[in-house]
């Protein structure tokens, strides 16, 4: 069966993770001055596409780095599972959304004004809201500075929408997805009792631990770009049928499957000399 490379990735420990903020999947701003004078409605114009979330207008003659509020895209500098996925479908998708000379209009969220050095906004063509499309097509993950953000709700509906229907980083077809990787997992744990060899059967199961291990730690950081994937309806649902898919061969973050734990527990508490 064909392993997955985000669980060769892994090895048979678990990864570490480090947490991806809004701000690293972008390069520096045009400007880095505050924001704040700006005011929703404000009008703009395409010039480029950076990258997956971060577009170059014109505002009244002057060149302002847009980011997409409240997505996360991928990175090549990304190096969390998953991060560096799609990179150029994700701006690619955006260009198509926002081409050069393409009137937007912007709108802020006062709570995210002028903290980032970006011009972090609400871009919307028409009536139709481009930071919900781009993470409603599997595009970008969504990311949030606060339990109030204005425009979270409907970015984030969009993007469990996404992978509910295995759209763009929530495909489990293609090979660099979160998805992907638990599919696969799955599937070898499944089969890894036709493997005559214990130590091969082991194997199997110390990686796909590892898989889950990993990807449940990084659901403490929801704002993350991995943390936003593995907190969706749909990951959490294949992530379930992992760890049942594991059972008593389910390695934990001490290097002990559940089965070793029990036999130890055993010969801990029988009485010397009984059987």
């Known amino acids: 069966m064909k ?21 690293q999947e972008s390069s520096a ?33 002057k060149s302002e780095q847009v980011r997409l509020l409240n997505v996360v895209a991928p990175s090549e ?9 799609m990179v150029q479908e994700s701006k690619d998708f955006l260009a198509s959304k926002l081409p050069v000379g393409q009137e937007v209009t912007l709108n802020f969220d006062d709570a995210q004004v002028g ?13 139709d809201l481009v930071n919900a499309e781009v993470t409603g097509a599997g595009m970008a993950a969504t990311t949030f500075a606060t339990q109030k953000d204005e425009f979270y709700p409907k970015v984030s509906e969009a993007q469990q929408q996404a992978a509910k229907d295995g759209k763009g980083i929530y495909s489990t077809d293609t090979e660099c997805t979160v998805p992907h990787a ?44 991995l ?29 002990l499957s559940q089965a070793e734990k029990q036999s130890a527990s055993a010969s801990a508490t029988a009485r010397p000399g009984s059987k």
């Open 29 to 61: 701003p045009v400007s880095s001055q505050a924001k704040s004078h700006y005011q929703d409605g404000q009008k703009a114009t395409v010039k480029s596409v950076d990258t997956g979330n971060t577009v170059t207008v014109e505002i009244d003659g």
């Open 182 to 225: 638990l599919k696969d997992a799955i599937d070898q744990v499944k089969s890894a009792g036709d493997k005559s060899n214990e130590d091969e059967r082991k194997v199997v199961y110390q990686k796909a631990s590892a898989l889950y291990n990993s990807l449940d730690e990084s659901e403490s950081a929801p704002a993350s770009y």
């Open 227 to 255: 943390g936003s994937i593995v907190t969706l309806d749909a990951v959490q649902k294949q992530m379930e049928d992992l760890r049942t898919a594991l059972g008593d061969n389910y390695y934990d973050e001490t290097g």
């Open 3 to 23: 392993v997955s490379p985000l669980l060769v990735a892994l090895g048979v420990s678990a990864v570490a993770l480090t947490g991806c903020s809004s701000g």
């Open 115 to 127: 903290t980032s050095g970006f011009l972090d906004a609400a871009v919307l063509v028409g009536e």
């Open 77 to 85: 500098n990304n190096n969390v599972l998953s991060g560096s996925c």
